[in-house]
């Protein structure tokens, strides 16, 4: 898995994974995720969806997250529309973080939603 982007920008930051024997785009959001930081993991997304050539995991690790944007779901209901997208995981620890994404369940519902470190990393390993 190689790191291609660190985006910082108002209070947040943004680390993009992509792993093409894997099939797995891995997004890690630090601190506060704004518009701009979603516009660019958006972009990466649209990207490897591109490239890869077989249906591919798009995952989020929000472990870091300290304060999220509402206007998030209308990111994640773009990410559902990408090509050749077999599943959204959300590694959500915190459960601040899980109690939001329940509250938009009505409007977007990942695939996945893990809370345990240990399951976190199981998942990295066996993904494919």
Known sequence: ????????????????????????F???????????????????????????PHHWTYCT?????????PFNILFLKEVKKLQKLKEIVVYAPGSINRFMIRLIRPIFQPDRIIKNKNDYQLFLKEVY
């Open 61 to 69: 690790n929000t472990e870091d997250v300290r304060l999220i944007n």
């Open 1 to 24: 898995m190689s790191k291609v982007t660190i985006k910082d920008n108002l209070g947040g930051k943004l680390e993009i994974f992509k792993d093409y024997d894997k099939h797995l």
């Open 26 to 52: 891995l997004a890690r959001p630090h601190g506060f995720i704004n518009p701009d930081l979603l516009e660019e993991d958006l972009k990466n997304a649209k990207e490897f969806s591109e490239e890869c």
